[in-house]
């Protein structure tokens, strides 16, 4: 079954989120653990004995939700047989799922999400910027509603999160003059509780601060394919994720193509990896077929979830195709980004036809082996991978079942 984790971002939060992995799970308590280790503060007790006041503070929140779905993920991969195929997060959510895929160490996301939550929050004088949800109203009408004379350029898109919500960031006196105009056009406006315009222009100057120190951390390679909130479509490999990262708090949250990319590549199972289950709520209200909806926020969310029946297979031999062209690392230091992603978009189409193909039972194997080497072969050519590396490559797809020992690099 082709699975997606889904991690939440801030407003996920609550009293109590993480306590019964915590108390059940010897994991999860080391997981908690190391993240007090890591920030010099006792985060169990934050997250089950804090005041909602003092956790939802955006330098504390996105740490401790951090720390939960870490927990999660971890307690998952422990219990469960289960290889996920695509992660994804929500804002804050993308560094838990760069984190789960290995790509940036926990103790390192720890303080760096903990800067981001500082430098978000310190973008702007108490209270004098906010967040509104709006329900009811296309988002193309609220986009337009944002460039009225009276409020341009200081209010913006920040969430394209579907379900009929779009969210829009801003100086409070300019929230408060366009919520009047969305009710009196037909929708829902509720204020979120944040006190800053996150994911806007008014981002600017944390963004660049963030930008400073994401080029100190050292990011590994991605073991599964991660969603950037920016493009909605999978990192190329770790070395977009600085610039990715740093974009994300200026720009739009595009979760709903983030969704819309998971479903058109029939993903089956979606797991949201974390406390609460708000991204699972908007994901039904887009009624996907055929597609199962899990949490892991409460006991009972894991009861199903460790029942003999959420057992899933590991990925074909085809995934591991596409594993290994996710993963060999770039060293195409020439090629812009857009060059980058056009000459390896046709090539990772094909391979994912294949592993479609071969998940439907529709596979022709030793023709479409030699395909998806072929195929392998021309994106290791775009990243510019050296023959020792792309023999090292071919004798771990070997190992997990491809056969492709007889293919020689010279």
Same mark, same amino acid.
């Not at 007790?45 to 939960?68: H, K, Y």
């Not at 039904?284 to 009861?303: A, G, L, M, V, Y």
């Given at each position: 079954?082709?699975? *997606?984790? @889904?991690?939440?971002?801030?407003?996920?939060?609550?009293?109590?989120?993480?306590?019964?992995?915590?108390? %059940?799970?010897? #994991? &999860?308590?080391?997981?908690?653990?190391?993240?007090?280790? &890591?920030?010099?503060?006792?985060?169990?007790?934050?997250?089950? =004995?804090?005041?909602?006041?003092?956790?939802?503070?955006?330098?504390?929140?996105?740490?401790?939700?951090?720390?939960?779905?870490?927990?999660?993920?971890?307690?998952?991969?422990?219990?469960?047989?289960?290889?996920?195929?695509?992660? *994804?997060?929500?804002?804050?959510?993308?560094?838990?799922?760069? #984190?789960? !895929?290995?790509? @940036?160490?926990?103790?390192?996301?720890?303080?760096?999400?903990?800067?981001?939550?500082?430098?978000?929050?310190?973008?702007?004088?108490?209270?004098?910027?906010?967040?509104?949800?709006?329900?009811?109203?296309?988002?193309?009408?609220?986009?337009?509603?944002?460039?009225?004379? =009276?409020?341009?350029?200081?209010?913006?898109?920040?969430?394209?999160?579907?379900?009929?919500?779009?969210?829009?960031?801003?100086?409070?006196?300019?929230?408060?003059?366009? !919520?009047?105009?969305?009710?009196?056009? +037909?929708?829902?406006?509720?204020?979120?509780?944040?006190?800053?315009?996150?994911?806007?222009?008014?981002?600017?100057?944390? *963004?660049?601060?963030?930008?400073?120190?994401?080029?100190?951390?050292?990011?590994?390679?991605?073991?599964?394919?991660?969603?950037?909130?920016?493009?909605?479509?999978?990192?190329? =490999?770790?070395?977009?994720?600085? *610039?990715? @990262?740093?974009?994300?708090?200026?720009?739009?949250?595009?979760?709903?193509?983030?969704?819309?990319?998971?479903?058109? %590549?029939?993903?089956?199972?979606?797991?949201?990896?974390?406390?609460?289950?708000?991204?699972?709520?908007?994901?039904?209200?887009?009624?996907?077929?055929?597609?199962? $909806?899990?949490?892991?926020?409460?006991?009972?969310?894991?009861?199903?979830?460790?029942?003999? +029946?959420?057992?899933?297979?590991?990925? #074909? /031999?085809? /995934?591991?195709?596409?594993? &290994?062209?996710?993963? &060999?690392?770039?060293?195409?230091?020439?090629?812009?980004? !857009? /060059?980058?992603?056009?000459? $390896?978009?046709?090539?990772?189409?094909?391979?994912? !036809?294949?592993?479609?193909?071969?998940?439907? +039972?529709?596979?022709?194997?030793?023709?479409?082996?030699? @395909?998806?080497?072929?195929?392998? =072969?021309?994106?290791?050519?775009?990243?510019?991978?050296?023959?020792?590396?792309?023999?090292?490559?071919?004798?771990?797809?070997?190992?997990?079942?491809?056969?492709?020992?007889?293919?020689?690099?010279?």
């Amino acid at each position: 079954m082709k699975t *997606a984790l @889904l991690f939440p971002g801030q407003g996920s939060q609550y009293v109590g989120m993480g306590k019964f992995l915590f108390v %059940r799970f010897e #994991t &999860a308590r080391r997981t908690f653990e190391e993240a007090s280790d &890591a920030l010099g503060y006792n985060v169990s007790r934050l997250c089950f =004995d804090g005041s909602l006041e003092e956790l939802t503070r955006t330098e504390n929140a996105q740490p401790c939700i951090l720390t939960v779905s870490i927990a999660a993920y971890r307690v998952l991969l422990e219990n469960l047989d289960i290889e996920p195929y695509y992660c *994804a997060g929500h804002s804050l959510g993308e560094i838990s799922a760069l #984190t789960a !895929s290995g790509a @940036l160490a926990f103790t390192d996301a720890l303080r760096l999400v903990r800067l981001r939550g500082r430098l978000m929050q310190e973008s702007q004088q108490e209270g004098e910027g906010g967040m509104l949800a709006v329900h009811r109203l296309a988002s193309s009408v609220i986009e337009a509603e944002c460039g009225r004379p =009276d409020v341009r350029g200081t209010v913006a898109v920040s969430n394209l999160n579907g379900g009929g919500q779009t969210v829009i960031s801003g100086l409070q006196c300019s929230l408060n003059r366009i !919520s009047d105009k969305l009710a009196l056009l +037909g929708g829902s406006v509720v204020p979120l509780n944040v006190s800053a315009a996150f994911h806007s222009p008014l981002m600017k100057d944390g *963004a660049a601060k963030f930008a400073a120190e994401l080029s100190c951390i050292h990011f590994q390679p991605l073991r599964h394919w991660v969603l950037s909130n920016v493009t909605a479509h999978p990192y190329p =490999d770790e070395n977009f994720i600085p *610039a990715l @990262l740093a974009e994300q708090m200026v720009s739009v949250v595009n979760w709903y193509s983030c969704i819309r990319f998971l479903l058109k %590549r029939e993903t089956e199972r979606m797991i949201e990896v974390g406390p609460g289950n708000v991204l699972g709520n908007m994901l039904r209200r887009e009624k996907p077929i055929s597609c199962i $909806i899990q949490s892991t926020d409460q006991e009972d969310d894991w009861r199903n979830l460790l029942s003999a +029946g959420s057992r899933v297979a590991r990925r #074909t /031999d085809y /995934d591991a195709y596409l594993k &290994a062209a996710l993963c &060999a690392k770039n060293y195409n230091v020439i090629d812009t980004a !857009s /060059d980058y992603m056009h000459k $390896i978009a046709e090539p990772f189409r094909e391979l994912e !036809s294949m592993a479609s193909g071969a998940r439907k +039972g529709e596979a022709e194997s030793e023709r479409w082996k030699s @395909l998806a080497v072929g195929a392998l =072969d021309k994106i290791l050519d775009v990243k510019m991978t050296p023959a020792i590396r792309r023999v090292d490559i071919l004798n771990r797809l070997a190992e997990e079942g491809g056969n492709v020992q007889n293919v020689q690099y010279t």
